[in-house]
């Protein structure tokens, strides 16, 4: 296996492209080495400008839920793609995927449509002061939430990867509204409201996902949303990750807990750039025009991410793969844990339905405190080998593996063998 094509085109891509990416995590800098260059994929593998193929655990960190190019979607599209691409109206398709999307989450009756997760949650945390009335926002550390001002601060994702505590260019007065909380520790979030009744909301990842997985313990997100309601503060659940992959409700409808306003993106667009943000209608009717929070978009609801977004979520829910992800998903984490006992090799594996990955670290992970004691020198070793053995991972230590219905027994067999190998380096390393 070599990597010249994508070598060559990272040399050029330096010219005029910042790192020779668009998204910082595409630059492989916390494994080493040099960023990857797609050509194509289909179904449950992708392959790169030099015609090496993998199994895809990407998946574009996240929306290709049934796979590369399904057929349904490819039809849908390009029907689409023949009325025209954008037309600064409305169009019956965005009506039909607002309905698809409240009636998988009951606690939205209305929703949005925005052109990213990052413009999904800026516009959710607008709508939870409009309706509050209340300026400052809690996060968790470790949960990343896009790239909006406000919420750069203790941010995992790319900042995580990169040992970034914020971001460079972010104002003071930007950030001053945002106070921190740890991941399931509830005693941290009331810590602020002791002295503080000027807190709109609580903004969490259901599931934690940008910081490796991390999964809500016991009854914390139930425990959090009576907490905040006897506050008057509201529950945003940032699912853009979740949202149509824990289940096709989301984590809300796998952990039993309906937040006041949910934020979407990723699996709703089906690969196309969809966001949204959606709760009931006593709060929706803030937003213009029918009230005064201003939101608005060029290409939101665009046509052909529409058309995307329907099918997928229409496939997705006649194929109900969740059962199946469970089954994949625990097998690949036996896969993980036996390999790491077979050579000696620590590690912790999360996993949450079709999301999971391996932490290098003998520390139960339920926080970004833990996760951080991950030996991420041990991860690139990993990471590399099983590049080398045909399978694709996020090139980070706090980015989630994805699972696609379309994994096949025989991509088990590839990643069980490319597991078997990288424990085996990362043992001799
Ligand atoms: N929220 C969460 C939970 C995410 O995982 C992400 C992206 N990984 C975002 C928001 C931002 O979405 P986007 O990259 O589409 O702007």
Redesign the pocket.
């Known amino acids: 296996m070599d990597f010249k094509k994508s070598q060559k085109l990272y040399n050029k891509g330096l010219e005029n492209l910042v790192g020779a990416v668009n998204?910082p995590v595409r630059a492989f800098a916390s494994v080493g080495g040099n960023p990857l260059f797609i050509k194509k994929a289909k179904g449950s593998r992708i392959v790169d400008v030099d015609g090496n193929k993998y199994v895809d655990l990407v998946l574009s960190?996240?929306p290709m839920i049934i796979g590369h190019r399904h057929k349904k979607v490819q039809r849908a599209v390009n029907k689409a793609l023949k009325n025209g691409y954008s037309f600064g109206a409305s169009t019956e398709n965005e009506i039909k995927l607002a309905k698809i999307v409240c009636n998988a989450f009951p606690g939205m009756d209305k929703v949005r449509f925005v052109n990213?997760?990052?413009?999904?949650?800026l516009s959710g945390i607008r709508l939870a002061r409009a309706f509050t009335g209340k300026n400052k926002i809690i996060k968790f550390s470790g949960?990343?939430?896009?790239?909006q001002d406000a919420l750069l601060v203790a941010a995992g994702?790319g900042l995580a990867t990169l040992s970034l505590p914020g971001s460079k260019g972010v104002p003071e007065g930007a950030v001053k509204n945002t106070l921190i909380a740890t991941y399931n520790d509830l005693e941290s979030v009331k810590k602020h409201f002791e002295n503080d009744d000027d807190i709109a909301g609580v903004i969490i990842?259901p599931v934690g996902?940008?910081m490796g997985v991390v999964i809500p313990q016991n009854d914390f997100l139930k425990e959090l949303k009576e907490y905040l309601h006897s506050k008057g503060a509201l529950l945003i659940a940032?699912?853009?990750?979740?949202g149509f992959r824990s289940k096709f409700g989301g984590a809300q409808e796998l952990l039993g807990v309906e937040a006041d306003i949910t934020?979407l993106?990723?699996v709703i667009g089906g690969g196309f750039?969809v966001?949204a943000y959606g709760a009931r209608n006593e709060i929706m009717e803030m937003v213009a025009p029918l009230g005064g929070m201003y939101q608005a978009g060029t290409l939101s609801g665009n046509p052909i991410a529409m058309a995307g977004g329907i099918s997928t979520l229409t496939e997705l829910k006649n194929q109900n793969p969740y059962e199946q992800f469970n089954e994949v998903g625990q097998q690949i984490e036996t896969i993980l844990l036996e390999a790491a006992k077979k050579h000696g090799v620590e590690i912790t594996v999360n996993r949450f339905g079709s999301m999971l990955n391996p932490f290098f670290t003998s520390t139960q992970v339920t926080n970004f405190e833990e996760a951080q004691t991950s030996d991420t020198k041990k991860f690139a070793v990993f990471f590399w080998e099983m590049i080398k053995n045909g399978v694709f991972l996020p090139p980070s230590q706090f980015e989630a593996w994805f699972l696609s219905s379309a994994i096949t027994e025989e991509d088990i067999e590839v990643i069980r063998k490319a597991v078997d190998k990288a424990m085996n380096k990362v043992a001799q390393n």
């Open positions: 998204s960190y996240g990213s997760g990052t413009e999904a949650v949960c990343y939430h896009g790239h994702s990842e996902g940008n940032d699912e853009v990750m979740t934020c993106g990723k750039p966001g």
